[in-house]
Protein backbone atom coordinates (compact mmCIF):
# COMPACT_ATOMS: atom_id res chain seq x y z
CA UNK A 1 0.00 0.00 0.00
CA UNK A 2 2.66 2.59 0.66
CA UNK A 3 3.85 2.25 -3.27
CA UNK A 4 0.47 3.03 -4.29
CA UNK A 5 0.22 6.19 -1.58
CA UNK A 6 4.15 7.23 -2.67
CA UNK A 7 2.58 7.25 -6.66
CA UNK A 8 -0.55 9.48 -5.43
CA UNK A 9 1.72 12.03 -3.51
CA UNK A 10 3.44 12.45 -6.76
CA UNK A 11 0.35 12.98 -8.18
CA UNK A 12 1.70 14.94 -11.82
CA UNK A 13 5.24 14.25 -11.07
CA UNK A 14 6.75 13.58 -14.62
CA UNK A 15 10.40 13.88 -14.08
CA UNK A 16 12.74 10.94 -11.94
CA UNK A 17 12.68 7.53 -12.60
CA UNK A 18 10.40 4.81 -10.59
CA UNK A 19 11.44 1.52 -10.11
CA UNK A 20 9.68 -1.76 -10.89
CA UNK A 21 8.09 -2.41 -8.20
CA UNK A 22 6.65 0.82 -7.92
CA UNK A 23 5.19 0.85 -11.49
CA UNK A 24 3.66 -2.93 -10.46
CA UNK A 25 2.36 -2.32 -7.31
CA UNK A 26 0.43 0.74 -8.54
CA UNK A 27 -0.75 -0.78 -11.22
CA UNK A 28 -1.69 -4.45 -8.89
CA UNK A 29 -3.80 -1.60 -6.36
CA UNK A 30 -5.37 -0.26 -9.25
CA UNK A 31 -6.18 -3.40 -10.46
CA UNK A 32 -7.90 -4.47 -6.88
CA UNK A 33 -9.66 -1.39 -6.21
CA UNK A 34 -11.45 -1.54 -9.91
CA UNK A 35 -12.58 -4.72 -9.22
CA UNK A 36 -14.01 -3.78 -5.59
CA UNK A 37 -15.85 -0.57 -7.61
CA UNK A 38 -17.37 -2.98 -9.93
CA UNK A 39 -18.70 -5.33 -7.58
CA UNK A 40 -19.87 -2.60 -5.49
CA UNK A 41 -21.60 -0.93 -8.54
CA UNK A 42 -22.89 -3.94 -9.54
CA UNK A 43 -24.77 -4.46 -6.06
CA UNK A 44 -26.23 -1.81 -6.82
CA UNK A 45 -27.33 -2.39 -10.11
CA UNK A 46 -26.00 1.08 -11.34
CA UNK A 47 -25.75 0.82 -15.00
CA UNK A 48 -23.28 3.96 -15.64
CA UNK A 49 -20.19 2.95 -13.35
CA UNK A 50 -19.84 6.48 -12.22
CA UNK A 51 -17.92 5.24 -8.80
CA UNK A 52 -15.51 3.83 -11.54
CA UNK A 53 -15.37 7.06 -14.43
CA UNK A 54 -14.27 8.79 -11.25
CA UNK A 55 -11.77 6.49 -9.62
CA UNK A 56 -10.35 6.08 -13.23
CA UNK A 57 -9.99 10.41 -13.36
CA UNK A 58 -8.73 10.62 -10.21
CA UNK A 59 -5.99 8.29 -11.13
CA UNK A 60 -5.63 9.32 -14.46
CA UNK A 61 -2.15 11.71 -14.03
CA UNK A 62 -0.66 9.38 -11.27
CA UNK A 63 -0.81 7.29 -13.60
CA UNK A 64 0.53 8.71 -16.15
CA UNK A 65 3.25 10.06 -14.44
CA UNK A 66 4.62 6.67 -12.56
CA UNK A 67 4.50 5.48 -16.11
CA UNK A 68 6.83 8.29 -17.37
CA UNK A 69 9.09 7.81 -14.42
CA UNK A 70 9.16 3.77 -15.19
CA UNK A 71 10.35 4.23 -18.80
CA UNK A 72 12.61 7.03 -17.73
CA UNK A 73 14.42 4.40 -15.17
CA UNK A 74 15.00 2.14 -18.05
CA UNK A 75 16.87 4.89 -19.79
CA UNK A 76 13.65 6.17 -22.29
CA UNK A 77 11.79 9.16 -22.55
CA UNK A 78 8.34 9.05 -21.91
CA UNK A 79 7.21 9.53 -25.49
CA UNK A 80 7.71 5.74 -25.61
CA UNK A 81 4.15 5.82 -23.69
CA UNK A 82 2.62 6.93 -27.27
CA UNK A 83 4.05 3.57 -28.95
CA UNK A 84 0.69 2.12 -27.01
CA UNK A 85 -1.16 3.80 -29.91
CA UNK A 86 0.07 1.06 -31.79
CA UNK A 87 -2.62 -2.01 -31.85
CA UNK A 88 -0.93 -5.20 -29.73
CA UNK A 89 2.39 -4.51 -31.07
CA UNK A 90 2.65 -1.55 -29.32
CA UNK A 91 1.28 -2.64 -26.48
CA UNK A 92 3.52 -5.77 -26.52
CA UNK A 93 6.74 -3.21 -26.68
CA UNK A 94 5.57 -1.36 -23.66
CA UNK A 95 5.05 -3.92 -21.19
CA UNK A 96 8.55 -5.35 -22.46
CA UNK A 97 9.82 -1.81 -21.28
CA UNK A 98 7.84 -2.11 -18.13
CA UNK A 99 9.39 -5.40 -17.23
CA UNK A 100 13.30 -4.66 -18.41
CA UNK A 101 15.22 -3.97 -15.41
CA UNK A 102 16.38 0.01 -14.50
CA UNK A 103 19.53 1.25 -15.71
CA UNK A 104 22.20 0.15 -13.03
CA UNK A 105 23.57 3.52 -12.74
CA UNK A 106 22.44 7.05 -12.56
CA UNK A 107 21.20 8.58 -16.30
CA UNK A 108 20.00 11.57 -17.83
CA UNK A 109 16.75 11.12 -15.72
CA UNK A 110 18.34 10.81 -12.30
CA UNK A 111 20.47 8.30 -10.01
CA UNK A 112 19.11 4.77 -9.85
CA UNK A 113 16.10 4.72 -7.03
CA UNK A 114 16.98 1.05 -6.48
CA UNK A 115 20.38 3.13 -4.65
CA UNK A 116 18.67 5.83 -2.62
CA UNK A 117 17.83 4.93 0.90
CA UNK A 118 14.17 4.70 1.16
Not at 94 to 115: C, R, T, V
Amino acid sequence: MNWYLAVLKKYAVFNGRARRKEYWMFCLFNLIIGFILGFVEGLAHEGFGILGAVYGLLVFLPGLGVAIRRLHDTGRSGWWLLLGLVPLLGMIVLLIFMLIDSDPAENEYGPNPKLQIA
